[in-house]
T-cell receptor, first 111, second 109 residues
């Protein structure tokens, strides 16, 4: 099992550009999450999904969109990148309220 | 408001010394608390959860509802314990975690 995989590992964007952060899990988990971690801060929830076709906003959803067309994939979309979105992004999955498994993270810089 | 506070950014101890990483929480209800750890160049992973009442790698954590604390302890620190430690609270029915800012533990030889 690969667990939770994320691509890309690093990305530099210009202000106003768009991109999609990919997240895939092979554990057949229904629950998936996107967090961001700013320097010196804890992780904050952006969006989450409790199953294919179901998504909802977390604590910091502005500037992002998600979709969940399959159980395995949970991509995060940035439409108009802003410097405030410079962060490390973590995807996670779980079987409901049990242990969350994290991906390795994507380090995004917006200049 | 649901919140997790880790008051120490950095904790530095010598090998063999006791370690206590502090975590306080704010939650109306029965909390479910976790400690996650991130070793250098590795992904974030679960260390322990209070429901399990188990000891992992010599670490234990006791939930103290009166003091709203969930401190992580180890009697004798090892160099391989050096890592970032995050205390987390399960925030709702959707299973998301509310994280503290983390404490960097450095164990010196």
């Amino acid at each position: 099992n690969a667990g939770v995989t994320q691509t890309p590992k690093f990305r530099i964007l210009k202000i106003g550009q768009s991109m999609t952060l990919q997240c895939t899990q092979d554990m057949n988990h229904n629950y998936m999450y996107w967090y961001r971690q700013d320097p010196g801060m804890g992780l904050k929830l952006i969006y989450y999904s409790v199953g294919a076709g179901i998504t909802d906003k977390g604590e910091v959803p502005n500037g992002y969109n998600v979709s969940r067309s399959t159980t395995e994939d949970f991509p995060l979309r940035l439409e108009l990148a802003a410097p405030s979105q410079t962060s490390v992004y973590f995807c996670a999955s779980s079987h409901r309220e049990y242990e969350q498994f994290f991906g390795p993270g994507t380090r995004l810089t917006v200049l | 408001a649901q919140r997790v506070t880790q008051p120490e950014k950095l904790l530095s101890v010598f090998k063999g010394a006791p370690v206590e990483l502090k975590c306080n929480y704010s939650y109306s209800g029965s909390p479910e608390l976790f400690w996650y750890v991130q070793y250098s160049r590795q992904r974030l992973q679960l260390l322990l959860r209070h429901i399990s009442r188990e000891s992992i790698k010599g670490f234990t954590a006791d939930l103290n509802k009166g003091e709203t604390s969930f401190h992580l302890k180890k009697p004798f620190a090892q160099e391989e314990d050096s890592a970032m430690y995050y205390c987390a609270l399960m925030g709702g029915s959707q299973g998301n975690l509310i994280f503290g800012k983390g404490t960097k533990l450095s164990v010196k030889p």
